[in-house]
């Protein structure tokens, strides 16, 4: 059985910074990848940002790329979000989510609990 727990949101102004966690258990970490979406508000849920977690490939949306950064722990059981510049439309629930590589992000079956950013 899959959990995956995010935790780091916060509340912070424009430009500022924050770190997302997501920990995993139960999850064959080494030959799938890890997601993080986000949805605000009367918005469709989107994708953000994505890692492979044995090559370590990585995926950003254009309306993240250069400010995040997804990057896991060396023993590979933490998925992080590095977030930098923020601003008020990145204001959103920000989900984990996990499954095989070959799958479209979208579709993947594994997701945590979500973790509210605000930047206002």
């Known amino acids: 059985h899959v959990q995956l727990v995010e935790s780091g949101g916060s509340s912070v102004r424009p430009g500022g910074s924050l770190r997302l966690s997501c920990a995993a258990s139960g999850y064959t970490y080494n030959r799938n990848c890890m997601a993080w979406f986000r949805q605000a508000p009367g918005k469709e849920r989107e994708g953000v940002a994505r890692?492979?977690?044995?090559?370590?490939?990585?995926y950003y949306a254009d309306s993240v790329k250069g400010r995040f950064t997804i990057s896991q722990d060396n023993a590979k059981i933490i998925l992080y979000l590095h977030m930098n510049s923020l601003k008020p439309e990145d204001t959103a629930m920000y989900y984990c989510a996990a499954d095989y590589c070959w799958m479209d992000s979208k579709n993947f079956r594994n997701w945590g609990q979500g973790t509210q950013v605000t930047v206002s």
């Open positions: 890692i492979a977690t044995g090559s370590g490939n990585t």
